[in-house]
Structures are given as structure tokens and as C-alpha cells.
């Protein structure tokens, strides 16, 4: 049984029943060819879709009354319909039918006469109540940090940092405090500072992505780091995303430029903010910030300190952001690391050391350097560097982690030192990569991704200097810490590598193996690392 074609079998009088008295007269009086069967015919389709006619009564009868007699028949028994009244006429049982919106039998109905149910009968149905899922989510612990940042900038002055640790989601949080800003007038510029080339990219494409799921316009993103030339002359509504060394070497020779963009923006981020007091970095976000009092500032870091034991330094860092820190404070948690662990934004991490007893053959000098200096030296790790008993350690370390782990970073003392460890250990049969401040981008951008990549053959990525921020590899789930340091900046940034959590895209457990020097300082776990500047801020 066809809907269409019975449809086809409706007289003048039914047709303009169907379509409506009123509306029939009012055509005859503008044009009584609009009033003819076929015109009639195409206007039904126009105006009532099967499943109308079907779920009003008057039409309802008009339908089963242009049914043939066996049709009738096929349809009452289709339909469970018993005699009424002792009425066996099927045209009397059919046109007596009571249906209830949503009722089964009103879905059989539709089915005997071809409707279909699915997309006629669910265009009026009530729908169940359903979550309507964001595209840019944020956990809760996100959230709230995005709030009182808000809060701590419009209560001047404007300057404050967010301390989340490492793998927590701090540009991301950062990224909706800069859409609202952006969305809540326009034109509208924002200025985001960075120091490395994989951190530029990460928070270009990040708000690119953020952008896209909460922007209410289209927006230019601005590249100003690497080879990119300087193109923010005609700028007014967007994001800028600028190197910071970049920036300041162009400062001299741009000055203007700058100057008419700190003009236009009134939200400026640096990222890894503990080094913005860092002269060169301090000259920069004193043009785009000092410039107009309402310039607000918000410093990104999972380490708001510049040292590990420098009170007077650290408290400069504070004072500049004006003493305004927000960190996650989470109930029933004295450490909020604790927390993200518990919840699996964070990896379970194991922390392995490895110890090493070799000589360091330094003199008076240089153990005074390591006492008074903020970090080991380099005459230091270029020694260890060339201890192949120390390497051979490694080399082992590594081979055996790869049996259980399928990306493990290694953060290496030198460039050489990276370079001679990913030789050797592809030499041993592994896939192993070295990435250095001297690899070029575009073969590091090739490694990295690489690395990142869904492969399931192990892989190990060496390197120095250059993949302690910036750079999300989920995938990595051991780390091997071989460069000795005193900055516990610098240490928690390493573990942070290999710690994404599996709410982050990360694993459920993580391994950071620490080579200990004997003779040289070094750090624990990562909850050490989150609170050592406590005592330096009024948070």
C-alpha cells in the first residue's frame, strides 16, 4: 500500500477539503486555475507532509475512504482492528480508530501506508532531554582556574599568573580567558608571547582550535617567530603570536610598529612566564604592557619561579606579577598534583634513580661554580657528555624500557651528547631520533611528528635544549632525565614530557628515570616541584 498513489486517487472535492475551504475560495478568487486538481495536488505536498494528514482525524477519513475494499480489509487486519458494535464494515472500524501521538499502533499505521517513521513521525514527537556536547571542553579544574583568572585581572592591577602543573591544561584554560576577551568587543587585539618555536606554533594552533568551537567572528592569527616576516602594520582584530627573542631583536628596528600594536591590544600572555624578568624578555612586556594602564598581563607557568633557592629573585617574579598567583586548590588535597593524579589528568609516575659514581674531573673553580651558579656548568655535562661508562648505562636503560614503553624521550647533557646516543642506540637495532637547537626545523618538525605519530613500533627521541616546553607527545610514557641540573624549573618541565594523564590523551602510568651524579645536586617528584615557590607568593 502506497501513500502517493492513493493520494492520486483524491477527487476535486476531497483535495480541497484537504487543502482547506479558506484557502481553496481565496485561490479561486485570484486565479481559478490555482484551484484545479493538479495544482491543488503539488500545494498539498508543499504545505502537509504524509505523517499530518495521517495524524489529523478529518484527513485521516478522507484517506481510508479512497482505499479499495480488500485495501480496507489489509489495513484493518494490519491494524488488530475487531469488530465494533458488531460492525464488521472495515471503512466504519478504520475511520472510528483513535490514535494517541507517539502510540505504536499510530507507527503502524504509518508503516502499512509507507510512511516513513523515522522521519515522518520523529519531526513532532518530544524528544528526550540529551547533553548538547561542547567542542572546546574544559574540565572542572580548568574551569574554575579560568574564572578566577578573570577575576584576579579585573582587580588591578591587571597582572597575574596561572600556575598549573605541567599536563594540566594551562593553555587551554588560557586560551578561553583570551576568547572571551576577543569576544566581548571588536575590533579587539591580543599579544601572545613565547620563547621557542614549537611554543609559538602550539599556542597558534591551539587558538586556532579554540577559535573555531567559541569565536563569533572570523580572526587573523598573526605568525611572528622563526622565518616569518613582520606583518601586524594593518592589524586591528586578532591574535598575535610572537617569539620573544624575535620580537625584541625587532623592536629596535620597528619600534613604531610595536608601538601602534601595544595601542590596539589590552590583554598580553607570556608563556613560561618565570623568565619574564629576563632583560631582554622584561624590555618587550614593558613596551606592549607599561604603555596604557587597563594593558592587563597574564603569565602562564608550571614553575613560578626563576631558581630553586633565590628567595630575592623569586620574589621579584611575584612582585611583578603583582603578587597575584592562581593555582588549582583543590579539596581535600594538600598538593593539587595529587589530585590531577587521582583523577588520570595527570600519569601515576614511578620515579627511578639510576645512580652514577664516576668522577667529575673539575677543579676548585668549577665546584665553586656548581655551589654558587644556578645550574650546572657546561664545562660539567660537556665532560659527562664523553663518559662512555655513564652512556653505556644509559644505552641500557633504554633498551630495556622500549620492551614496555613505546615512546621514551631522553633528555640529553650536550647536542653532541643526543646525537651520540641516538647513533648508538640505532646502531643496536632501535628507532631512535636526536633533535637539537642545531636540527633543522623542518627536519625536527619531521621527527617530531614522527614521534607523535599512532606507530606502533617503538621509538626513542634524544635530545637537548629543546623539548622541555612546547611539545605534547600523549604517547610518551618514559623519560629518562641524563642531564644533570639545579634548576627545578628546568627538572619538572623534563618530568612534565612524559606525565600526560589518560583524561589528557596520555597514559595511566609513567616512568621518569633520573641519572644521579653522586657528586652533582638534583631533584625527586613532581609534587616537590609544583609547591617549592609557595613561600614567595600570597596565594
Known sequence: MNFNTLMARADEETLRDLVGPDVTRLLIRLDPDLAKPSKLRE???????????????????????????????????????????????????????????????????????????????????????????????????????????????????????????????????????????????????????????????QAASEFERAWGALGNRTLKVFRFWGSNPIEIDNARDGLVVCGLDKMYNSIRSNYQTWSRLADRSRLVIIDEAHQALAPTYKDVLELLVDRHAETCLLGLTATPGRTWNDLDEDRKLSNFFANKKVTLKVADYANPVDYLIDEGYLARTEYESLTYSGDVNVGPKDFRQIEQATDIPTEVLEQLAGDDTRNLLIVTRVESLIRTHSRVIVFATTAQHSNILATVLAARGIRASSVTSKTSPSERQRLIAAFRSDAEEPQVLCNYGVLTTGFDAPRTSAAIIARPTKSLVLYSQMVGRATRGVQAGGNKEALVVTIVDTSLPGFGGMSEAFTNWEDVWDA
Request: net charge positive; proline share 7%.
Open 43 to 201: 500545494l498539498l505536498k508543499l504545505q502537509r507532509t504524509p505523517s499530518d494528514l495521517i495524524r489529523d482525524p478529518k484527513a485521516r477519513t478522507a484517506l481510508f475512504r479512497m482505499l479499495s475494499p480488500n485495501q480496507a480489509e489489509a489495513l484493518v487486519k494490519g491494524l488488530g482492528l475487531g469488530s465494533r458494535n458488531g460492525s464488521r464494515d472495515p471503512y466504519e472500524l478504520l475511520t472510528s480508530l483513535k490514535l494517541r501521538k507517539g502510540s505504536t499502533q499510530e507507527a503502524k499505521l504509518h508503516r502499512l501506508l509507507g510512511v516513513s517513521v523515522d522521519e515522518e513521525v520523529s519531526r513532532n514527537e518530544i524528544l528526550p532531554d540529551k547533553p548538547a556536547e561542547p567542542r572546546y571542553p574544559l574540565f572542572h579544574h580548568q574551569r574554575v582556574a579560568t574564572s578566577e583568572v578573570v577575576d584576579a585581572l579585573r582587580d588591578g592591577p591587571g597582572r597575574a599568573i596561572l600556575h598549573m602543573p605541567t599536563g594540566s591544561g594551562k593553555t587551554r584554560t588560557a586560551m578561553n580567558v583570551v576568547c572571551d576577551y576577543l569576544r566581548a568587543g571588536e575590533p579587539r587585539m591580543a599579544v601572545w608571547l613565547a620563547y621557542s618555536e614549537e611554543l609559538c606554533e
